[in-house]
């Protein structure tokens, strides 16, 4: 949160207090295409983080090209699809095929 700490250090005492009030009850609705951008990649990030620690607590082998492309997925959509497979498939060359 980079970005945050700029913005916070500048402000006056009471301007921190209530910036701090306005984000401490979690209804502010963020706006701003940037943050959107990095809360999105952050989700699929943590995805891909859980999706790698499930594969291994199945005790499935996570080859390097297998991880490099997990981590570098940045769809939800397939995240979530890959994820749903995870679950039966019996290696992770199996989790990047294509259905019938």
């Known amino acids: 949160m980079t970005y945050s700490d700029l ?4 402000l006056s ?6 910036l701090e009030k306005l984000m401490s009850h ?4 963020v706006q701003s295409e940037y943050f959107l951008k990095h809360r999105r990649a ?3 990030e943590g995805q891909a983080e859980a999706l790698l620690s499930f594969l291994e607590a199945r005790g499935l082998t996570v080859h390097d090209e297998a991880r490099a492309r997990i981590l570098a997925c940045t769809d939800m959509s397939v995240l979530n699809a890959w994820i749903r497979k995870a679950v039966s498939v019996a290696s992770t060359d199996e989790l990047f095929r294509e259905e019938p």
Do not use: F, L, N, S
């Not at 913005?7 to 500048?10: F, G, I």
């Not at 005492?13 to 209530?18: L, T």
């Not at 979690?26 to 609705?29: E, I, M, P, S, V």
């Open 7 to 10: 913005v916070h250090v500048p």
């Open 26 to 29: 979690g209804t502010y609705q």
């Open 13 to 18: 005492e009471a301007a921190k207090v209530i």
């Open 42 to 44: 952050g989700h699929a």
